[in-house]
């Protein structure tokens, strides 16, 4: 093929806007959102997300390990077909982990995200990520525990005002446990001996 031919095609993908995306377990990132100006169509491309919920009033809340940013999310109303700007809940350039949880109680988003050096290949989390969304989700609680194994799972006590989030690990031995409240935030975290 001529320099000719080839500069043409190279011109003619450039025109269209093509979004490339890399990474995943053996860059060490996770996927990104796509930031194509324009495509064929002319509908802006939706991001990809390593975890995404609808929420029980419509909404839907998406988050995305970013290689070298950390723990992204992005929501977008019921009535709505455009995603929010990219927002850091957790920064950190470390290895993604193999796990991202998302939970709905009753509007509140809860989050749980571990990452570590080589925990995409069994390896423990370093860092485990404890996050809550509420109302209009553009600010978020968070919870760092470092060398921990990570939390398993969440769960709600009570309703309204007053209800408490538990974010859990057992193992034989005990129970780790760490509370978040609408009005106090997270607690200090506990461990509760079997």
């Given at each position: 093929?001529?320099?000719?031919?080839?500069?043409?095609?190279?011109?003619?993908?450039?025109?269209?806007?093509?979004?490339?995306?890399?990474?995943?377990?053996?860059?060490?990132?996770?996927?990104?959102?796509?930031?194509?100006?324009?495509?064929?169509?002319?509908?802006?491309a939706?991001?990809?997300?390593?975890?995404?919920?609808?929420?029980?009033?419509?909404?839907?809340?998406?988050?995305?390990?970013?290689?070298?940013?950390?723990?992204?999310?992005?929501?977008?109303?019921?009535?709505?077909?455009?995603?929010?700007?990219?927002?850091?809940?957790?920064?950190?350039?470390?290895?993604r982990?193999?796990s991202?949880?998302?939970?709905?109680?009753?509007?509140t988003?809860?989050?749980?995200?571990?990452?570590?050096?080589?925990?995409?290949?069994?390896?423990?989390?370093?860092?485990s990520?404890?996050?809550?969304?509420?109302?209009?989700?553009?600010?978020?609680?968070?919870?760092?525990?470092?060398?921990?194994?990570?939390?398993?799972?969440?769960?709600?006590?009570?309703g309204?005002?007053?209800?408490?989030?538990?974010?859990?690990?057992?193992?034989?031995?005990?129970l780790?446990?760490?509370?978040?409240?609408?009005?106090?935030?997270?607690?200090?975290?506990?461990?509760?001996?079997?």
């Open positions: 093929m001529s320099g000719d031919r080839l500069r043409a095609l190279a011109g003619a993908a450039l025109a269209v806007g093509v979004a490339v995306a890399c990474g995943g377990p053996a860059g060490g990132g996770g996927t990104a959102a796509p930031t194509a100006t324009g495509v064929t169509s002319g509908t802006p939706a991001p990809r997300f390593d975890e995404e919920i609808e929420l029980s009033d419509g909404r839907r809340v998406g988050m995305a390990y970013v290689a070298g940013r950390g723990l992204v999310e992005r929501h977008r109303d019921t009535d709505s077909t455009v995603w929010s700007a990219p927002n850091v809940v957790y920064a950190t350039a470390t290895d982990c193999q991202l949880t998302l939970k709905e109680f009753d509007g988003v809860a989050v749980i995200a571990n990452w570590g050096v080589y925990c995409y290949d069994g390896e423990p989390p370093t860092e990520i404890a996050a809550v969304g509420t109302t209009d989700l553009a600010r978020w609680d968070t919870n760092l525990t470092r060398s921990f194994d990570g939390w398993t799972k969440v769960t709600a006590e009570g309204g005002d007053s209800r408490r989030l538990l974010f859990t690990r057992g193992s034989t031995e005990s780790t446990r760490l509370g978040w409240t609408r009005t106090g935030g997270f607690a200090e975290v506990e461990e509760i001996p079997r």
